[in-house]
């Protein structure tokens, strides 16, 4: 006897031809993405190309029962890709274009698969960027599922501030759009905003219209570095209080800045407590804004400002701090990690940062602190011991930290989502009735179940 997914591969193949494929190496390379959950393999992946043949996909698998999972890039940390009951893996991947971009108005349309490193090399000739830039060239549309974050958040928002609207393809095969290309809108419920952020449990996201910003006229890059840990978080906190415009402040520990060093060749820093900064303005504007940062930093017994001016250096500090993780990583050679990804009210940043480096000092693990501290939002790196209970010992310092950022009012995930890794904090951050209320928000669009399953609720 066929299985519904079976009947579903046979229908889907009129359509997309040899573009929905068994194949073991693409199910396997579907299975999983940067996190340390169990793979597992989809029945299928299907690689879509238009709006419509997610409808018409959707409804077929609706029809049948089948489970969906979108993938973008695959790099996601808390196992949103991953098809837990098997399924239809729908790859973006083709849906790169830009479809438009309206130099005047600074906003763009685009498909999901484009990512943020290609939409910014396309706008550059045009005196645009798109800002948001979480550590991996991650996919648009991977972006706002997760409402993603990153390095520029604490100046120019997440992805919840710079998306005006969405084209959703929707459980039933139905296809709509939220939102618009103007800045505000007081019409109907905000369905822009129930989207970002909902990781594929609503429905999958196949146009994305964006908000642009003018590149600044003026950039600067310093690097600070501290003694102390608990002196570069007060730096953070009282420069975010003066109200200084910086437009990147990321905050690496000792061992983080080690790791950096090694890795990226860093060379002239010390393995310390270290602030990054970035800023933009005119050039009299980011003039001032370094001035009074590095007065401040100065009350906190800093060792000065190392300034990077150019393009070139500018490029190659912020490379290092992208590529943290994977620093992380080379310091203990088949060793996983698990990224934490805490957040907390920015008075209460000293609190956390310095309660999870005590979690971390008697877990007896080595676990990195980095963050993007302007907005109260940092991580740690947990590296897993390949030993039986190492994973176990990683998981309980990961609650930890996290125990700690939902009792400072602060939330359990700043960046990352819920996925399969955050989902037993979501009642606790949230509280029962609110909970209750999303489940019916997902039962009215999705009442089987079909749009990935095992996210964010614990079933």
């Avoid at 084209?167 to 800045?183: M, Q, S």
């Avoid at 039986?388 to 700043?414: F, H, M, N, Q, Y």
Wanted: contains cysteine.
């Amino acid at each position: 006897m066929s299985r519904p997914v079976d009947t579903v591969i046979a229908a889907a193949t009129a359509f997309l031809g040899d573009r929905i494929t068994t194949s073991t190496g693409f199910r396997e390379h579907h299975s999983h993405g940067q996190d340390t959950q169990t793979p597992v393999m989809p029945d299928a992946v299907a690689f879509i190309e238009t709006s419509e043949e997610a409808g018409k996909l959707l409804s077929l698998c609706n029809a049948h029962g089948v489970p969906v999972v979108p993938y973008g890039t695959g790099t996601s940390l808390e196992g949103h890709v991953t098809p837990v009951r098997g399924g239809i893996s729908v790859d973006m991947s083709r849906m790169t274009a830009v479809l438009e971009v309206n130099q005047a108005d600074m906003d763009c349309r685009v498909q999901p698969g484009l990512t943020h490193r290609s939409l910014n090399a396309h706008l550059r000739d045009q005196g645009l960027f798109f800002p948001v830039d979480p550590g991996a060239d991650a996919s648009l549309g991977g972006m706002c599922a997760t409402r993603a974050s990153g390095t520029n958040a604490v100046r120019y928002g997440t992805m919840r501030e710079n998306v005006m609207g969405l084209t959703v393809a929707l459980a039933d095969g139905r296809v709509i759009r939220t939102g618009g290309r103007v800045r505000k809108s007081s019409t109907g419920y905000d369905l822009t905003r129930l989207f970002v952020g909902s990781e594929g449990t609503l429905g999958i996201i196949t146009e994305i219209q964006l908000r642009l910003h003018g590149i600044p006229e003026a950039m600067s890059a310093a690097v600070c570095q501290f003694e102390r840990l608990g002196d570069a978080v007060e730096t953070v906190i009282a420069i975010m209080q003066a109200g200084i415009p910086v437009a990147r402040m990321e905050l690496l520990d000792d061992v983080q800045m080690g790791a950096c060093i090694a890795y990226s060749k860093l060379e002239g820093y010390q393995a310390v407590p270290t602030l990054f900064f970035e800023f933009h303005g005119t050039p009299e504007g980011v003039k001032e804004q370094a001035s009074l940062a590095e007065e401040i930093a100065d009350g906190f017994s800093a060792k000065g400002f190392k300034w990077a001016t150019d393009a070139d250096a500018r490029n190659r500090l912020w490379r290092a701090r992208h590529d943290a993780y994977w620093a992380c990583l080379a310091l203990k050679p088949g060793y996983q990690g698990i990224a934490t990804d805490a957040i907390v009210p920015i008075s209460r940043l000293a609190e956390a940062v310095l309660g999870a480096q005590e979690d971390i000092r008697e877990s007896g693990l080595t676990a990195p602190i980095v963050g993007h501290v302007g907005d109260g939002n940092f991580h740690t790196v947990i590296l897993v011991p390949p030993e039986p209970g190492g994973l176990e010992r990683a998981w309980e310092l990961d609650k930890k930290i996290v125990a700690r950022a939902l009792a400072l009012g602060g939330s359990c995930s700043g960046e990352h989502g819920v996925g399969l890794g955050k989902r037993e904090f979501l009642e606790l951050e949230h509280g029962a009735e609110t909970l209750a209320v999303m489940r019916s928000v997902k039962a009215a669009l999705d009442p089987r179940g079909i749009l990935n399953p095992g996210k964010m609720f614990v079933n």
